[in-house]
């Protein structure tokens, strides 16, 4: 089973909703400028129903190379992680 690509995730939800491909496209831009600005300034983004992006700060760790072996740090840093919604899991899995 192929993965469903943009063209026909807009096409599906212009015909399911009566919107053109154009309004479908310019809703999920929107939504995604929205999910961003509010992932960098609150730290959180929830979409009923489906998950929330959530942001995490990572702590330093020792990892090591696979070529090498060799021990290195890994520095801290922020990372953007998706949680689904307890009915998305029930619904799919």
């Known amino acids: 089973m192929a993965k469903m690509t943009k063209s026909q995730f807009l096409e599906a939800l212009a015909n399911q909703t009566g919107m053109s491909k154009k309004e479908v496209g310019g ?12 992932v960098k300034k609150g730290g959180e983004f929830v979409l009923p129903g489906f998950g929330k992006l959530v942001k995490m700060n990572r702590k330093a760790r020792m990892g ?30």
């Open 27 to 38: 809703f999920m831009d929107k939504l995604s400028a929205l999910a961003y600005s509010e």
């Open 64 to 93: 090591r190379n696979p070529a090498t072996g060799a021990q290195i740090s890994i520095p801290a840093k922020t990372v953007v992680k998706f949680r689904l919604a307890k009915a998305v899991k029930d619904a799919v899995l």
